[in-house]
């Protein structure tokens, strides 16, 4: 049984990985807490990956968040994210690690890149203001895992999701996504009767949604892939993958279905002083697609099944 390193087993995205992993049979996986080990911390990663020696390694970890903290703490979305992947990458390599998966994230592309986006749009253009920092870290971290790939031979592989959302998400009222920022506000508003609810921004910038479980399932798809059907359907400096689900809906149309999963009735406004973000982010799925893998689970299903989570666990996310 092969030895499988998960990087942020704790998070949504490594959470779904991890049930996704057991589901699967596999019994040997190594996870780590923060606690017992800081991705930052050079000299603890290698001791821990000299002593561990994984077969397999997923890099699920990073400091993620919304539109307000990437504005709020830019010096932290970039230090942070370019020190937890080339510590893991580097590492892996020195334990002999050949085979290795790590997570992006759709804010790679440029602010004004043709939709749907493109594998090929990288580096093409400006990258959006708001979030810059974390996308300048994403992007190295696939520059990381192509380079070790051309130099030594690894099998270093990227996926980027689009917008996630699911069990485990990140309900802070500051901190979170628009999805979950969105749940708690309508949840919050229909036990506080609120009258209206205000969303930022004009509401119309678009967004594409994925339930964290399809992502799990399709970064384990990208992960067995044999080498030869990876490389043939990649390039050495253009390897990375999109995933998503190939549609998208406007803010406020999420905001009207988080109301009505949630039973609000009041009115929905919006705040035009608040920033947008970029005005479209729609994932070009065709290369996933054309290797056998697509997305299986709804926004409406997946907005239910998230709701719920979120009732069973609200206590939770109670300031």
């Given at each position: 049984m092969r030895k499988i390193y998960l990087a942020g087993h704790r998070g949504m995205v490594g959470g779904a990985i991890l049930r996704a992993l057991q589901s699967c049979g596999e019994t040997n996986i190594i996870t780590r807490t923060h606690v017992e080990l800081d991705l930052t911390d050079q000299v603890?990663?290698?001791?821990?990956?000299?002593?561990?020696r994984p077969d397999v390694v997923i890099l699920a970890a990073a400091k993620v968040g919304g539109i307000m903290a990437n504005n709020s703490y830019p010096a932290d979305f970039i230090y942070q994210n370019l020190m937890i992947e080339a510590n893991v990458i580097h590492q892996a390599y020195a334990a002999g690690v050949t085979r290795l998966l790590q997570l992006g994230s759709s804010c790679i592309y440029p602010r004004a890149v043709p939709q749907p986006m493109r594998e090929d749009a990288l580096l093409t253009g400006v990258l959006e203001p708001t979030n810059e920092p974390y996308a300048i870290a994403k992007i190295a971290g696939i520059k990381l895992c192509e380079s070790y790939n051309r130099q030594y031979g690894t099998d270093y592989r990227s996926v980027m999701p689009t917008n996630l959302y699911g069990p485990g998400d990140n309900f802070h009222?500051?901190?979170?996504?628009?999805?979950?920022?969105?749940?708690?506000?309508?949840?919050?508003?229909?036990?506080?009767?609120?009258?209206?609810?205000?969303?930022?921004?004009?509401?119309?910038?678009?967004?594409?949604?994925?339930?964290?479980d399809d992502m799990a399932a399709a970064s384990l798809f990208v992960l067995d892939l044999p080498k030869a059907d990876y490389e043939t359907n990649t390039q050495p400096?253009?390897?990375?993958?999109?995933?998503?689900?190939?549609?998208?809906?406007?803010?406020?149309?999420?905001?009207?279905?988080?109301?009505?999963?949630?039973?609000?009735?009041?009115?929905?406004?919006?705040?035009?002083?608040?920033?947008?973000?970029?005005?479209?982010?729609?994932?070009d799925v065709?290369?996933?697609?054309?290797?056998?893998?697509?997305?299986?689970?709804?926004?409406?299903?997946?907005?239910?099944?998230?709701?719920?989570?979120?009732?069973?666990?609200?206590?939770?996310?109670?300031r």
């Open positions: 603890a990663v290698r001791t821990f990956m000299q002593a561990e009222p500051e901190n979170s996504h628009v999805l979950p920022a969105l749940i708690r506000r309508f949840h919050e508003a229909v036990h506080s009767e609120t009258e209206e609810v205000m969303i930022w921004g004009t509401g119309t910038p678009r967004r594409e949604f994925l339930h964290v400096m253009l390897s990375h993958i999109n995933v998503g689900s190939g549609t998208d809906i406007s803010i406020f149309e999420l905001a009207q279905k988080v109301a009505a999963v949630t039973g609000y009735k009041g009115r929905i406004v919006t705040d035009s002083t608040r920033p947008d973000g970029t005005p479209r982010k729609l994932m065709s290369r996933l697609a054309h290797m056998g893998w697509s997305a299986q689970i709804g926004l409406d299903q997946g907005l239910a099944e998230t709701y719920q989570w979120f009732l069973e666990n609200a206590d939770n996310y109670r």
